[in-house]
């Protein structure tokens, strides 16, 4: 495994200075020596050495790496800023440290329960390591890209969309969870390309159309079922008030069948949908 070498060019400013300036001095000693054809032979020479020279000239922008080669020799990876000279043997690829994001296309797989969902992915990313970026792999953004979707591909076949016990992970009930297991798995794939992954997120994610009607339903029904079972306990714990307050208070003694009629008729008004109709007993509570 090639792993990054940082090496320090020689700073390009007096280079590009005086190379121009003895190029310059060497056409003047042509045209005041042209009756003597050692020295202007030596002259021109000198001037085509100079411009080879000259090409050994690069430029290092902010947050970018130069990765010097030489005859497809790894020489070393140059990150300070600016203008820059080194052998002009060497070839120089730029690699970019900046960060970079992208999101994936939307990805129709499984859950874990078989279901067909839609899911995508933005990742936010940047390379570490110039040297496995440039070597390791062919194409480090398509590696990135094509990783990423494969990771997400596989953590959506996981994980179930909606979860139905509470101790179980689901891609729309966890979602910080979620993005920090794709942000590992992502890590783990791109790791060999000299790439962090920062961050990754799921963007979009919704059941696939063909069954998003009958899961819209059942998500409905879980919600009626959970909204009934939290009125049934809110009722059950005030009739059980009321009759310990009907207790304590000697307002009235009831026996099993009045305290279960009682208990019958709150439990209708409680949990009722519509409002009841009362009936009024002129009576005593025994006709």
Same mark, same amino acid.
């Given at each position: 495994?090639?792993? #990054?070498?940082?090496?320090?060019? =020689?700073?390009?400013?007096?280079?590009?200075?005086?190379?121009?300036?003895?190029?310059?001095?060497?056409?003047?000693?042509?045209?005041?020596?042209? *009756?003597?054809?050692?020295?202007?032979?030596?002259?021109?020479?000198?001037?085509?050495?100079?411009?080879?020279?000259?090409?050994?000239?690069?430029?290092?922008?902010?947050?970018?790496?130069?990765?010097?080669?030489?005859?497809?020799?790894?020489? &070393?990876?140059?990150?300070?800023?600016?203008?820059?000279?080194?052998?002009?043997?060497?070839?120089?690829?730029?690699?970019?440290?900046?960060?970079?994001?992208?999101?994936?296309?939307?990805? $129709?797989?499984?859950?874990?329960?078989?279901?067909?969902?839609?899911? %995508?992915?933005?990742?936010?990313?940047? /390379?570490?390591?110039?040297?496995?970026?440039?070597?390791?792999?062919?194409?480090?953004? *398509?590696?990135?890209?094509?990783?990423?979707?494969?990771?997400?591909? !596989?953590?959506?076949?996981? *994980?179930?969309?909606?979860?139905?016990?509470? #101790?179980?992970?689901?891609?729309?009930? !966890?979602?910080?969870?979620?993005?920090?297991?794709?942000? $590992? #798995?992502?890590?783990?794939?791109?790791?060999?390309?000299? =790439?962090?992954?920062?961050?990754?997120?799921?963007?979009?994610?919704?059941?696939?159309?063909?069954?998003?009607?009958?899961?819209?339903?059942?998500?409905?029904? &879980?919600? /009626?079922?959970?909204?009934?079972?939290?009125?049934?306990? &809110? %009722?059950?714990?005030?009739?059980?008030?009321?009759?310990?307050?009907?207790?304590?208070? *000697? /307002?009235?003694?009831?026996?099993?069948?009045?305290?279960?009629?009682? =208990?019958?008729?709150?439990?209708?008004?409680?949990?009722?949908?519509?409002?009841?109709?009362?009936?009024?007993?002129?009576?005593?509570?025994?006709?």
């Amino acid at each position: 495994m090639i792993r #990054e070498r940082e090496i320090h060019a =020689v700073p390009g400013g007096p280079v590009a200075i005086l190379l121009p300036a003895l190029g310059l001095g060497l056409f003047a000693v042509i045209f005041t020596h042209v *009756h003597s054809p050692a020295i202007a032979i030596s002259s021109a020479v000198g001037i085509f050495v100079v411009a080879f020279l000259l090409a050994g000239l690069f430029v290092v922008q902010p947050n970018q790496g130069k990765v010097l080669q030489l005859f497809g020799r790894y020489v &070393g990876t140059v990150r300070a800023p600016g203008l820059k000279w080194a052998s002009p043997f060497y070839s120089k690829r730029k690699v970019s440290l900046r960060i970079r994001n992208f999101e994936t296309a939307k990805l $129709k797989v499984n859950d874990h329960d078989g279901s067909p969902i839609d899911i %995508a992915t933005v990742v936010v990313w940047r /390379v570490v390591d110039t040297a496995e970026a440039a070597f390791e792999v062919d194409d480090y953004e *398509h590696f990135v890209h094509v990783q990423s979707e494969s990771a997400l591909r !596989n953590l959506a076949t996981q *994980h179930t969309y909606d979860a139905h016990e509470d #101790e179980k992970l689901s891609l729309r009930g !966890n979602t910080q969870e979620v993005a920090e297991q794709l942000r $590992k #798995e992502i890590q783990d794939r791109v790791a060999k390309a000299g =790439v962090e992954v920062m961050e990754a997120r799921i963007s979009h994610l919704a059941y696939a159309p063909e069954i998003a009607a009958a899961m819209l339903r059942r998500q409905q029904a &879980g919600a /009626v079922i959970a909204a009934r079972q939290r009125i049934v306990e &809110g %009722a059950v714990g005030m009739v059980d008030m009321a009759l310990d307050l009907l207790k304590q208070k *000697h /307002v009235v003694d009831l026996d099993e069948d009045r305290k279960a009629a009682m =208990v019958s008729n709150l439990l209708v008004v409680l949990c009722g949908e519509h409002d009841t109709q009362p009936v009024v007993n002129t009576g005593t509570i025994y006709q």
